[in-house]
């Protein structure tokens, strides 16, 4: 299946302004994310992802409400290693929306527009880890049923998803490379505490 991010979808995010990070937000865009996730190292990846040499400057975008940030989501650059070359693709990653914000929409229309400017920068495929619940409904499919190999053993199979965009070939198939940052700051799959 492919994104269908086209149109909008109809959401009770009224009010709601989808729009690129400013550099002078950093402040605000930590403490969203830091209560969207409860923690502070989702927000130390995503300022990692932002400052990386060949990072995906201007792919984090927010949601702001009565002038104030409620939500926000980032694309990074990483590779899938196709047979014949490294394909350059994006990673979804973070995706938060305050608690008292969240259920309205907010969410969605964060990664309707993520994806709508995946398709504008020319990215033919989209990765996250998540749950298949919620990232079905934006055309995301679950990344191993269509030839990809996840990253880490660690990353439970249904989590793993991907959408394929209008610039995607078939030959672009392979495992998926994390950037350096995920690694650097341990965010790839699920930890077992008691192993
Ligand atoms: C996940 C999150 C971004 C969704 O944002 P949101 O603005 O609440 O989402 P929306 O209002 O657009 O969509 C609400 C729908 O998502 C569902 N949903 C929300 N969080 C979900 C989750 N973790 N798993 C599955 N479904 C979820 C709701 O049940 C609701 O479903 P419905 O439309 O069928 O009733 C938000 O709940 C959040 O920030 N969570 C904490 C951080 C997090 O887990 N981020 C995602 C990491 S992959």
């Known amino acids: 299946m492919s994104a269908r991010p086209t149109a909008p979808s109809p959401t009770h995010a009224d009010g709601v302004t989808i729009r690129t990070q400013r550099p002078g937000e950093r402040p605000e865009v930590r403490e969203v994310i830091t209560r969207s996730f409860g923690t502070a190292v989702v927000a130390d990846l995503a300022e990692a992802l932002q400052d990386a040499p060949a990072g995906a400057a201007g792919l984090s975008f927010v949601a702001e409400r009565g002038g104030r940030l409620v939500g926000h989501v980032q694309l990074s650059r990483s590779w899938v290693d196709a047979p014949k070359r490294l394909v350059e693709v994006l990673v979804l990653s973070p995706l938060g929306v305050v608690p008292e914000c969240q259920r309205q929409g907010v969410g969605s229309r964060l ?63 392979g495992a998926l490379v994390y950037a350096e940052q995920f690694w650097a700051l341990d965010c790839v799959g699920l930890r077992d505490p008691n192993a």
């Open 111 to 173: 990664v309707e527009h993520a994806l709508r400017e995946a398709i504008r920068v020319g990215a033919p495929l989209v990765f996250l880890e998540g749950s298949p619940r919620y990232y079905s409904r934006f055309g995301f499919e679950t990344a191993s049923r269509r030839g990809f190999t996840a990253p880490s053993a660690r990353i439970p199979d249904a989590a793993f998803q991907v959408v394929t965009l209008p610039r995607h070939e078939p030959w672009m198939t």
